[in-house]
């Protein structure tokens, strides 16, 4: 596609639910990461996915936190029992692969806004 | 442990005059530090980048200044104009290809018509 589609923009859910975010890349990009910016705060970032290379984890917050890619395209972030601090906007982004990322940075999805209640 | 700081929560100036949004860092291994502007509700947008072996970039009315031995850069932005509105973010990457940036905090930028 033109740019990095997440779906969905909006979620509502009670604590202790799962919820699953989903983010579609920039064809041909091989390198996708998720990040999210809790309120107030930056971009705190999560994971990190290039080509068939084992993914970065480095910073999901807690092993309730999971996110898989998919033929090397569409990648799926997953909360298990959320709760209320999960509550974030979690945006993904994708570039053409980690070599260029000093020179052109990522392009950026929208965003997910995710509200735990 | 914060490696790329925005001090400044948020700045205002007036339309047409000079925005200077700051940014200062820890590590001496970034290779290439990068601004990206964020919109309420749109994904933040790639605006310029610097490489740590340059001191100043130019791309139209943006300006990214470094000073590496400050471990300081810093974005200009002449003249304002109230769309520069927004949330700007400062982020790095390290060189050696961790494949991931860093970013500050963010600094919230209103330009006053």
């Known amino acids: 596609g033109a740019g990095v589609s997440q779906s969905p923009s909006n979620k509502v859910t009670e604590k202790g639910k799962d919820v699953e975010l989903r983010c579609d890349p920039i064809s041909g990009h091989t390198a996708l990461y998720w990040y999210r910016q809790s309120l107030g705060q930056g971009l705190e970032f999560l994971i990190y996915f290039q080509g068939n290379s084992a993914p970065d984890k480095s910073g999901l917050p807690s092993d309730r936190f999971s996110a898989e890619r998919t033929g090397g395209s569409v990648s799926t972030l997953t909360i298990q029992r959320t709760q209320q601090e999960d509550s974030a906007v979690y945006l993904c982004?994708?570039?053409?692969?980690?070599?260029?990322?000093?020179?052109?940075?990522?392009?950026f999805g929208s965003g997910t806004r995710l509200t735990v209640v | 442990d914060q490696q790329v700081k925005q001090n400044s929560p948020s700045l205002s100036v007036q339309e047409g005059r000079i925005s200077i949004l700051n940014c200062d860092y820890t590590?001496?291994?970034?290779?290439?530090f990068l601004w990206y502007k964020k919109y309420p509700a749109e994904g933040p947008t790639f605006l310029i980048s610097i490489s740590s072996i340059k001191d100043k970039n130019e791309d139209g009315r943006f300006t990214v200044f470094l000073n590496k031995s400050a471990k300081h850069l810093s974005l200009h932005i002449v003249p304002s104009q109230p769309g520069d509105s927004a949330v700007y973010f400062c982020?790095?990457?390290?060189?050696?290809?961790?494949?991931?940036?860093?970013f500050g905090q963010g600094t919230t930028l209103q330009v006053k018509p």
């Open positions: 982004a994708s570039s053409l692969d980690a070599k260029t990322l000093g020179r052109y940075g990522y392009t």
């Open positions: 982020a790095a990457s390290e060189a050696g290809n961790t494949g991931k940036l860093i």
């Open positions: 590590n001496s291994m970034f290779d290439y």
